[in-house]
């Protein structure tokens, strides 16, 4: 129904900045809520950020202050700007996609934050 292809992973120093981005496509008109979700090494899968189709927004107490999760309608595109980023934030992020039938993922962009 709908496909979420992320994009902007990478390599990067603590510290540093990073923007990730997932293009929507499919049945993207029913879509409520769009965030972003990431799993450490070893961890379970996480919230990291969410945001509505009002921008109304919701983040981890770990990330909150230093993501900001934003969405394009027009581009069906959301996006996540990551600052100062820590060794903790090193992961898969995933995005995601949610309407009244369930929820849609990404195949997932690795982020590694290392010196």
């Known amino acids: 129904q709908v496909q979420l292809v992320e994009s902007g992973g990478g390599l990067v120093q603590p510290g540093g900045s990073l923007r990730l981005s997932c293009a929507a496509s499919?049945?993207?008109?029913?879509?409520?809520?769009m965030g972003w979700y990431r799993q450490p090494p070893g961890k379970q899968r996480e919230l990291v950020a969410a945001?509505?189709?009002?921008?109304?927004?919701n983040y981890a107490d770990s990330v909150k202050g230093r993501f900001t999760i934003s969405r394009d309608n027009a581009k069906a595109t959301v996006y996540l700007q990551m600052n100062s980023l820590k060794p903790e934030d090193t992961a898969v992020y995933y995005c995601?996609?949610?309407?009244?039938?369930?929820?849609?993922w990404g195949q997932g962009t690795q982020v590694t934050v290392s010196s």
């Open positions: 499919g049945s993207i008109f029913s879509i409520n809520v």
């Open positions: 995601n996609a949610r309407d009244w039938r369930g929820d849609s």
């Open positions: 945001i509505t189709s009002g921008h109304s927004t």
